[in-house]
């Protein structure tokens, strides 16, 4: 039997980058997942990687310090995976002119006759274009991270301990991560409450050059080095009181029989924008990303949130507990809710994580497992 340091479970960009992290720290790393490597939202996403414009706030200051980050990790990682060509915005319901031009991130404005003058192919359209976005290879970036991990297609139910050891039918790892996006988690986490959102994209082949990212309610990549160029969209939020991810996109209610319409809808969008001309779709993708309430993604230790409370039952109170003298899982970690922006933030946060686990350095407040522990204790006190 196998022994590993760490058993990753989600091959997703969160458990590829914090495998790729705990591999390069000298660990001996296996990563395990029901669908294959990057097989669900993660294999879905468009992975643009793109700058979030507005007042300085707590959040879109994590997003563009990850940002950062990672353009420079996928960078070094896998040159021929990434195209960095910036990203043009137009504005949306969400995003007005205003947000998008008065913020701390460089950007240029364009007119319709400035756009039409680098491509004909532009609509009339005016946007802000901002340098530092890129569009990765999801599988090849995924597939690239774990190349020195142990990979296995499993579908893991139950985790087993013993003798200090989770113990699998052909290995066994001394500690476990969990990086499962929307499937239900191995163990009872009722303070990170996922919620999934429904993502769909086409790659297709076009003649037409597109010169940089663009993003509206869609997003069109650049065209890609594989000759494809993606088009994708974070388009419904899943009812979880109603629905729960058991199995793979590609087999859920949720999805089935939608596809051609899910097509049509993303180039019509696509050619109010840009227009693709000897156009051919190649691939769809469909899958759900995880969020939660605060939007923040969540690292750090697994907190057993029943035998905590029956410890400090006046932690429903108010009463201040430290985190150290709270109950855990033994050797159990969570990586999860990283939402549209996973492969933006994903290397960011398997550094905090990493460093978290062997170094004991501490994870910032609104990503980590404990903040979100206390606000759903707090929460349900009659």
């Known amino acids: 039997m196998r022994t590993y340091d760490f058993l990753i479970i989600g091959a997703g960009s969160a458990g590829c980058n914090i495998a790729h992290y705990l591999q390069k ?35 879109n200051t994590f997003i563009n310090n990850a940002l950062l980050f990672s353009l420079k990790f996928y960078e070094e990682l896998s040159p021929n995976a990434i195209v960095k060509k910036g990203v043009l915005r137009i504005a949306n319901e969400n995003f007005d002119n205003d947000k998008l031009e008065k913020n701390s991130i ?16 532009f609509n009339k359209i ?21 190349e020195k991990c142990d990979f296995y297609q499993e579908d893991i139910q139950e985790l087993v301990c ?31 409450e996922i919620s999934p959102i429904f993502g769909v994209k086409i790659d297709v082949k076009t003649t037409t050059h597109v010169p ?39 087999k859920c209610d949720f999805y089935v029989n939608s596809e051609q319409g899910q097509i049509e809808t993303l180039l019509r969008e696509a050619n109010e924008l840009i227009k693709l001309e000897n156009l051919e779709v190649a691939k769809i993708y469909r899958g ?54 996973g492969f933006v933030v994903a290397p960011y946060l398997a550094e905090f994580l990493g460093e978290n686990i062997l170094n004991n350095a501490k994870i910032p407040k609104e990503l980590s497992s404990e903040q979100l522990f206390y606000k759903r204790a707090r929460k349900n006190n009659p």
């Open 212 to 250: 940089f990212n663009i993003h509206k309610s869609i997003s069109i990549s650049a065209n890609r080095r594989d000759g494809l160029v993606a088009i994708g969209a974070t388009k419904e939020r899943h009812d979880t009181s109603k629905m729960e991810c058991l199995t793979s996109c590609e």
């Open 25 to 59: 720290k000298g660990k001996k790393i296996a990563i395990a997942d029901k669908e294959g490597v990057a097989g669900g939202g993660s294999g879905a996403a468009g992975a643009f990687l793109s700058p979030l414009p507005g007042k300085e706030n707590l959040y």
């Open 126 to 146: 005016e946007g802000y274009f901002y340098e530092n976005a890129a569009i990765l290879n999801p599988h090849e970036i995924c597939k690239k991270l774990i």
């Open 106 to 121: 460089e950007n240029r404005y364009y007119d319709s006759k400035e756009l039409q003058e680098i491509s004909h192919n």
């Open 288 to 341: 759900a990303r995880a969020t939660i309430k605060s939007y923040f993604p969540v690292i750090g230790k697994a907190v057993n949130y029943e035998e905590s409370l029956k410890k400090y039952p006046s932690i429903k109170n108010g009463t201040k507990i430290p985190p150290d003298l709270l109950e855990y899982f033994p050797n159990l970690y969570l990586m999860n809710a990283l939402g549209s922006r």
């Open 162 to 192: 013993e003798d200090d050891f989770y113990v699998f039918e052909n290995f066994r790892a001394k500690n476990i991560i969990l990086a499962q996006g929307v499937i239900k988690p191995l163990v009872k986490t009722p303070y990170m």
